[in-house]
């Protein structure tokens, strides 16, 4: 069993950042690839970015290319989400998940993911 607990959501104006933070209990967390998705009032969730078990490869939606940074701390059990040149259109509830199979494979698509968070909203203000 995973659980996940995001932090550091907020209310940022546009051009701002904010880093996201997603902590893991378990042993499982430094065998497991994680990502990052949001969700947008009245849109599906949408894969943000992930992050490889050793941190060395990464991946990124189009849309946040250049503005967002995946990291991970695997003796602290945590993955972060450094944003920045935020705008309005990224705000969302932002959920980390853990993919526990390691397995790179298909790391943008949900139903690789094993365990959810609960969401962190990150709101832009323009």
């Known amino acids: 069993q995973v659980q996940l607990v995001e932090s550091g959501g907020g209310l940022v104006q546009a051009g701002g950042s904010l880093r996201l933070s997603c902590a893991a209990s378990g042993r499982t967390f430094s065998s497991s690839v994680m990502g990052w998705f949001r969700q947008a009032p009245g849109k599906e969730r949408e894969f943000v970015a992930a992050?490889?078990?050793?941190?060395?490869?990464?991946g990124y939606a189009d849309s946040v290319k250049g503005r967002f940074t995946i990291s991970r701390d695997n003796a602290k059990n945590t993955v972060y989400l450094q944003m920045i040149s935020l705008k309005p259109e990224d705000t969302a509830v932002f959920y980390c998940a853990a993919e526990t199979s390691g397995n790179w494979y298909h790391a943008k698509y949900e139903y690789r993911y094993d365990y959810w968070g609960q969401g962190t909203q990150v709101t832009v203000s323009s």
């Open positions: 992050i490889s078990t050793s941190g060395g490869v990464t």
